[in-house]
């Protein structure tokens, strides 16, 4: 949609979202604006945790297709699946032998979901109540838990935690942690993090490829799929991946090349581990990660893959329109 003023609706032969906008307003004014019968596609991208009507059968309903990456839903020819697409190749620097890796680090920008999420403008953008104003149908779960699943507080915590150790294992790279805001009523927060804290920068896997592990937690947790670059980033920069986030991750990659956070009791427990990992360990877990990205099921989270489906929808979208036509 972000297209719309380069080439105007009304001569578009498929109208593409990539998740909802933020009214259903927009969505309306769009089919005004487009040709009658032009195809509509809808491609989830985000969370529920941040966008949780992209999930409502009402809404879906509107679209004539949906691209979505999950999995476990009922596939029919209009409903058609694909991976969060990655560069597996995208690294073009030297590997840091390991004794001169530092332990961990952390490549986020703080956030706040739900509640006490930072106010945007407008009604819709008012924490949690917002997007029940949006005209999109809504969860009736998202009225008492409008960010469930979310991990930005996970990430915020494990920070906490490992200021609190005298290994410093933790280096962080990212905006806005240099002052924790915890909420959207007024800017004030705890106080910046004792961590090593650098802003985010464009050089992410070159700067990965200097720590042992990368903290590798998704933006949501749940069972809806949701497989994103935080734990390939890791792989193709050469370091382990510390994940947590789907639940089923162990059914797509390996369990032996990550260290799964939901085998440890506490973030202090895992922090313990990390720090005190032996080489032979680690090297296990970069071996197997390896191996990996160079295995077919690698190649479904590829660019390559994720254009020729693409290409697939969008071919298939205005072929079916024509004949209807």
């Given at each position: 949609m972000d297209s719309w003023d380069m080439m105007p609706l009304?001569?578009?032969?498929?109208?593409?979202?990539?998740d909802l906008p933020d009214t259903r307003m927009e969505y309306e004014d769009a089919r005004r604006r487009a040709r009658p019968g032009t195809p509509f596609v809808l491609q989830v991208m985000e969370t529920p945790a941040g966008r949780s009507q992209n999930f409502e059968p009402k809404n879906q309903a509107l679209f004539d297709y949906i691209v979505t990456y999950q999995q476990q839903v009922r596939h029919t020819d209009h409903c058609i699946p694909y991976r969060?697409?990655?560069s597996l190749g995208g690294f073009h620097g030297e590997h840091v032998p390991l004794e001169q890796r530092?332990?961990?680090?952390?490549?986020?920008?703080?956030?706040?979901?739900?509640?006490?999420?930072?106010?945007?403008?407008?009604l819709v953008g008012l924490p949690g109540l917002g997007r029940h104003l949006?005209?999109?149908?809504m969860?009736?779960?998202?009225?008492?838990?409008?960010?469930?699943?979310?991990l930005y507080s996970w990430r915020r915590s494990f920070a906490r935690e490992a200021e609190k150790t005298s290994q410093q294992a933790l280096d962080i790279i990212g905006y806005n942690w240099g002052c924790e805001r915890v909420s959207w009523l007024a800017p004030y927060g705890r106080g910046p993090y004792k961590c090593r804290v650098s802003d985010g920068t464009d050089k992410k896997l070159?700067?990965?490829?200097?720590?042992?592990?990368?903290?590798?937690?998704?933006?949501?947790?749940?069972?809806?799929?949701?497989i994103s670059e935080k734990i390939f980033d890791p792989l193709v920069a050469g370091s382990v991946p510390v994940y947590l986030g789907d639940e089923n991750i162990?059914?797509?990659v390996p369990k032996n090349m990550i260290v799964d956070v939901r085998d440890f009791n506490s973030q202090r427990e895992l922090l313990r581990y990390l720090a005190g990992c032996s080489k032979s360990e680690w090297q296990g877990y970069y071996d197997a990660g390896q191996a990996f990205l160079k295995s077919d099921v690698a190649r479904e989270f590829s660019t390559d893959t994720?254009?020729?489906?693409?290409?697939?929808?969008?071919?298939?979208?205005?072929?079916?329109?024509?004949?209807s036509n």
């Open positions: 009304d001569q578009a032969d498929c109208v593409w979202f990539m969060l697409p990655h530092k332990c961990l680090v952390m490549v986020n920008s703080n956030r706040v979901e739900g509640w006490f999420a930072p106010r945007q403008p407008g949006a005209g999109w149908h969860p009736l779960w998202s009225w008492a838990c409008p960010a469930r699943g979310e070159q700067i990965i490829s200097d720590y042992r592990f990368t903290i590798s937690v998704e933006n949501y947790r749940g069972r809806h799929d949701y162990t059914r797509v994720f254009v020729h489906k693409m290409n697939g929808v969008l071919l298939k979208a205005i072929t079916e329109n024509c004949d």
